[in-house]
């Protein structure tokens, strides 16, 4: 079976074709990051125009790279959500178009989905499993005894950890996307200088990051030496650190809980995040612990292939009348 899927939840536009589960013929991504980087974070109308531009172009390619023609595609996913819903309905129209006028099912999949499944594009996922999906949107651990056995253990209450990111790297005038900047200037840091608070609630479903923001933001306003690049690179690296501790402790309480987990995955645009994945690996011990190759990490269509793939192969298909989900929580809690 070929799936051609479709993403454009957000700021990439992505088009992916998928043969046997997990072998990948094309993955095609457009990112508009230097078309919303004038305003420090995602402008949805300009997101939808540009989706709008980007998707026929990235299906030729898709098809051309994959070296194959539409008639030898058999299915179409596209990404219902969450996200914004003028990207949501681009990419969504877009699939059903091409679904109807060649005859295949269409099927609307959760992004979130998506990366939760993403690690098995390089190789096999073992369950039970525990993922940790941490993305610019939303920041969740998941346990999964099956790809569509899936429950929710803790999620965020304020911010994501990819949005915390995004935010310091403003607060410093590093640039847009934050993650990889604050990443970046980390790396000449010393994590030791700057006292930032680890806040981990006692809410066992919870998990917050707005009072380390915050305690960010206090320390840059009463800096005298707030632009010293000596002083951006260790604030970033107690940043990165604290933000690393407080998903390590949530992951260490998880596995005590779940002692019969046998792999434990980072997923989502921060699994690129280097330090933080060594602190996570570290944690996990002896089980397996792996995040996703950097073109899985972030925003693709594969992943929404991979994740669209159990119900195409049971012969479902969504309604023309399908809606897109702006919220959409993936699974439901333990
Ligand atoms: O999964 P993703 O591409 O899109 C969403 O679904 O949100 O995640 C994007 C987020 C952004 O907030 C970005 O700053 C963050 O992932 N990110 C990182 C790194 N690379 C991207 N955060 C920390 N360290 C990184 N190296
Ligand atoms: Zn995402």
């Known amino acids: 079976m070929n799936v051609l899927a479709i993403e454009s939840s957000c700021d990439e536009t992505a088009v992916a074709i998928l043969t046997d589960t997990n072998r990948v013929l094309a993955s095609e991504v457009y990112s508009q990051v230097a078309l919303h980087r ?66 295949l099912p269409f099927v ?63 607060m410093l005038n590093l640039g847009y996307p934050g993650g990889p900047v604050v990443e970046r200037a980390a790396a000449g840091g010393d994590p030791t200088v700057v006292p930032l608070p680890r806040p981990f609630p006692k809410d066992p479903r919870a998990l917050s990051l707005s009072g380390l923001k915050t305690a960010v933001r206090r320390t840059i306003e009463t800096a005298t030496n707030a632009t010293d690049p000596r002083f951006v690179a260790d604030l970033c690296a107690s940043f990165q650190a604290a933000v690393a501790d407080v998903l390590s402790e949530a992951l260490s309480t998880a ?31 002896e089980r397996e612990f792996r995040a996703p190759s950097m073109r899985w990490c ?36 333990a």
């Open 255 to 285: 596995l005590a809980h779940h002692s019969d987990v046998r792999a434990v995955y980072l997923v989502g645009g921060v699994a690129a995040n280097r330090s933080i994945g060594a602190q996570l690996g570290a944690t996990v011990g």
């Open 38 to 103: 004038p305003f420090g974070g995602v402008v949805p109308e300009l997101a939808a125009r540009s989706h709008v531009e980007r998707l026929a172009p990235l299906v030729d390619a898709a098809l051309a790279t994959a070296g194959l023609d539409l008639s030898a595609i058999d299915a179409v996913a596209a990404a219902r959500g969450p996200g914004l819903l003028g990207p949501l309905l681009v990419g969504m129209t877009y699939g059903q178009g091409l679904a109807l006028a060649r005859g």
């Open 108 to 170: 609307g999949v959760n992004h979130l989905a998506g990366h939760l499944l993403s690690p098995d594009l390089d190789a096999p996922l073992r369950f039970p499993a525990l993922v940790l999906l941490a993305t610019g949107g939303h920041t969740a651990l998941y346990r999964l005894d099956g790809e569509t056995e899936v429950l929710l253990l803790r999620r965020t209450v304020d911010d994501a950890v990819g949005e915390a990111f995004d935010k310091v790297a403003k």
């Open 298 to 333: 972030g925003d693709n269509a594969a992943m929404i292939a991979r994740a669209a793939w159990p119900r195409l192969v049971a012969g479902a298909a969504d309604p023309w009348d399908l809606q897109p989900r702006v919220r959409w929580e993936v699974a439901p809690w």
